[in-house]
């Protein structure tokens, strides 16, 4: 039987989120912004209330629930700011490729000390803006005696020179085989890996964008993540990018609830002809089409989710298709019904629209390859 | 060092208060319940106390039924256990009839000291900490910010009128407080999930009879609309007549 009720035990965590979200997260989003990161302090408050622990199995020292109830989690922190949560909340979705491609060895000793201390893992998937495909991936792998050598470059990874770790694709050198494809977790301190310099990005200002340059780095191999066969690795990095898109489809909800409620409530306060304007016909029906965008795109991402979770057929690039298409429509009407205080800096829905413009292009959202 | 709070599950902040049909108590429908701000206030200094010098903090509230799921967020900041007495018509209760219940279950509890906030958003009293304290016959300083602990003793600090007054208290004693330096903490996903499996022990509430009738609840009259004076150093001669003669502020 199909349901929206959230179990009590959710509830309490959106609701403590909410709290978090609008009281210690909004008030901060500015100042993030223009500084380009995350205030320590409160990166330290959001790492401690260990959000990426939750869909991650206890064995590992997760809470053993699934992506259902992260995706409610992820919403509610985006709705204080989405800078600060993409920039704060680095660990899940590279501790989720270990989990699907990690074997059970893996999974104890990478995992585990991951999860624990909430480092981040930088995803370099994407290379030039090309899709992730062997036949346009340019850095390689080498091996020998038990030891990996990697030469290439990754650009626009998200959280460059901030994360503690990155997780690379590489091909063997030679070899276009899927199967012959590797995820290597690599310490962002290992000699060899170079950080670019920041570039400059339209939203998601808060975070560190930039490519990372892998000059002969020497990797383990008990640091190499693998697949038995070229279906299979298609299948996990698949389940990885899903994972990765219902991810941002839950934080591009949470912007747009928090573009739509602003706007709601500036309509309500802001008069024009002597009434508030959200009293006037193409106020109001922003306003309303705002909001229903928002329940559509939550459920859609809920949805994609459930079927994740369930194992079916994956919706997630439906659910992000549509998510991505209207949240622009949802950022532009806000600052719509601000009018000319829409464009200004003294109200947040001109940087949502900008955020939610970059998270709709973070390298690889639509770049990656059919699969399943 | 152990200490119990007694806290009071009343209305959010945020909640718009209508009076309810008996007309001596509020509409419930629609009111969102949380944890007395400043019963928040004494649970993060318990905590805080606990962390430095050991112990557990336990839980001690009187109120609804359904307020179970309001005094787990309490378990969930950091409280080990909870004791919930309940009384669907706590609201009617008057201040001696709530402390008269919690002293007598305090009597069952172990503890080293009790924390309180300084008083409940719904029904601002105030009573509930002095008259524990005087069942108890413990010492109790009340509307503190912030009680450290050492040699034995509390030293509580009070802001009073142009400065702080600091009282010291012994150990055993009861302390209410008010807003101090650091904000109640927020719980942690884990700890949330944890707050689920900590013990509540729920029972009935003692009757105990009121020294005080709630007759009537009113709100407030609605505020009459701003007036403008006019403009200018005209203007501000009559804002300050109208102030002193009419509004009686000045």
Redesign the interface.
């Known amino acids: 039987m199909p349901t929206f009720e959230l179990d009590?035990?959710i509830q309490?965590?959106q609701k403590?989120l909410r709290?978090?979200a609008t009281e210690?997260i909004r008030p901060a989003y500015r100042e993030a912004e223009h500084a380009g990161e995350t205030p320590s302090e409160l990166r330290e408050?959001i790492k401690?209330?260990?959000?990426h622990?939750?869909d991650m199995p206890e064995e590992y020292g997760g809470?053993g629930k699934d992506i259902r109830s992260a995706v409610v989690?992820e919403e509610e922190l985006s709705y204080g700011d989405v800078g600060i949560t993409v920039d704060v909340q680095d660990t899940s979705i590279g501790a989720n490729a270990i989990l699907i491609f990690g074997t059970d060895e893996q999974k104890t000793n990478l995992l585990t000390p991951i999860l624990e201390s909430g480092d981040g893992i930088a995803a370099c998937f994407s290379e030039k803006g090309n899709p992730v495909s062997p036949e346009f991936i340019e850095t390689t792998w080498r091996e020998k005696e038990g030891s990996y050598k990697l030469m290439g470059s990754k650009t626009f990874v998200v959280g460059a020179g901030r994360a503690k770790n990155y997780l690379v694709l590489a091909k063997k050198d030679g070899s276009n085989d899927w199967q012959d494809l590797r995820l290597f977790l690599i310490a962002a301190d290992t000699p060899g890996v170079v950080v670019g310099d920041r570039l400059g990005t339209l939203g998601l200002e808060t975070c560190a964008v930039a490519d990372v340059a892998l000059m002969g780095v020497k990797v383990d191999s008990s640091r190499v993540l693998s697949a038995e066969s070229s279906d299979a690795f298609k299948s996990k990095l698949g389940k990885v990018l899903d994972y990765a898109r219902i991810v941002t489809c839950a934080r591009m909800v949470g912007v747009m609830s928090a573009t739509s409620d602003y706007s709601a409530k500036y309509s309500t306060e802001r008069i024009a002809f002597d009434l508030p304007i959200s009293q006037h016909q193409s106020i109001a029906f922003m306003v309303s089409d705002n909001a229903t965008d928002v329940d559509a795109c939550r459920w859609m991402t809920w949805q994609a989710a459930h079927e994740y979770v369930r194992g079916g057929e994956s919706t997630a690039n439906r659910a992000l298709a549509h998510v991505v298409e209207r949240a622009q429509k949802v950022a532009t009407d806000s600052v719509q019904i601000l009018g000319g205080h829409g464009f200004i800096q003294d109200h947040p829905v001109e940087k949502w629209m900008r955020d939610l413009r970059a998270l709709s292009l973070i390298p690889g959202n639509d770049l990656f390859p059919e699969h399943g | 060092m152990n200490i119990v709070v007694c806290v009071k599950v009343t209305p959010s902040t945020a909640a718009k208060i209508k009076v309810g049909a008996s007309g001596v108590s509020i509409d419930k429908q629609g009111v969102e319940y949380e944890i007395n701000p400043y019963d928040a206030f004494a649970i993060e200094a318990a905590l805080q106390h606990v962390e430095a010098n050991g112990g557990e903090v336990t839980l001690l509230s009187l109120g609804a039924e359904g307020s179970t799921?309001d005094i787990?967020?309490g378990l969930?900041m950091g409280a080990v256990k909870a004791v919930h007495l309940t009384d669907d018509n706590y609201e009617l209760r008057d201040s001696f009839s709530v402390a008269k219940a919690l002293a007598d279950e305090l009597k069952s509890l172990q503890w080293d000291a009790i924390f309180f906030g300084k008083q409940a958003v719904d029904s601002d009293n105030y009573q509930v900490p002095s008259m524990v304290s005087a069942l108890l016959e413990l010492p109790v300083a009340n509307v503190c910010s912030t009680a450290e602990f050492r040699d034995g003793k509390f030293r509580a600090i009070r802001a009073v009128e142009g400065g702080t007054e600091i009282v010291e208290l012994s150990a055993k004693c009861c302390i209410s407080f008010t807003k101090g330096p650091k904000e109640p903490r927020?719980?942690?996903?884990?700890n949330?999930?944890k707050a689920?499996k900590k013990p509540l022990d729920q029972k009935a509430a003692p009757a105990v009879e009121n020294r005080v009738k709630v007759t009537k609840l009113e709100l407030p009259p609605p505020r009459p609309a701003g007036r403008i004076v006019g403009e200018g150093p005209e203007a501000a001669k009559e804002l300050a007549r109208l102030l002193r003669e009419e509004a009686k502020v000045i």
């Open positions: 009590e035990e309490d965590m403590m709290d978090f210690m408050s401690e209330l260990s959000v622990l939750v809470l989690l | 799921k787990r967020n969930a927020f719980p942690t996903i884990p949330i999930m689920k």
